[in-house]
C-alpha cells in the first residue's frame, strides 16, 4: 500500500460530458525466464490492445486475489502475488464504450502452473515479452508506468 500522504497518478483524459465511475482493479506483473506475462486483447471489430493480466475486484475480493483470478481467466496462468509495486489510476474506455476509472494495484506475481482450465476470456491470449519490449507495446499508460516502477525496484534489489 502506498505511503500516507502518496500521490496516486492519474493516467488518461475523460472525455467531455461522459461519466467514469471508479471500479478498483488490479494487475499482476508476471515474471518468468526473464520475461513477462502479457494479455493481447484482440477486439470484435478488429484490432486490439496488450495489456499486463488484470482487471476488475469482485465483490469480497482482495486486490491480490482478483489479480491472481484475473491472471487465470484472462492468459491460464496459476500465480503467486509476491508484492505490490505500485498504484495508478486510469480514465478507460473499453471496446463497447463503457467508461470507468480503473484504480490499480499493480503487484510483482510469479507462476505456479500453467493452468488453462482457468482462462474463460476467449478475446485474450498469453504472450511473453522482455520487460523492455513490453513496456514500449503496452497501451494503456498506467500499465507502463508501473511496468517501470517495477523495473526500477528490481534494479535497486
Known sequence: MPAAGRIVPQFGQPAPGRAYPDRPAAFAIVERDGQIAVARVSFAAGGGRLDLPGGGLDPGETAAQA???????????????????????????????????????????????????????????????????????????????????????????
Not at 500465480?79 to 490499480?104: L, M
Request: net charge negative.
Open 67 to 157: 489479480a491472481a483470478r484475473e491472471c487465470g481467466e484472462e492468459v491460464g496462468l496459476q500465480i503467486a502475488v509476491d508484492a505490490e509495486v505500485a498504484r495508478a489510476d486510469h480514465y478507460f474506455t473499453n471496446e463497447d464504450d463503457s467508461r470507468v476509472n480503473t484504480r490499480g494495484v499493480f503487484f510483482a506475481a510469479h507462476v505456479t502452473a500453467e493452468a488453462p482450465q482457468l482462462k474463460v476470456e476467449d478475446d485474450h491470449a498469453l504472450e511473453w515479452m522482455t520487460p523492455q519490449d513490453a513496456l514500449l507495446a503496452l497501451d494503456r499508460e498506467s500499465h507502463a508506468w508501473a511496468l517501470a516502477a517495477w523495473l526500477r525496484l528490481r534494479a535497486r534489489a
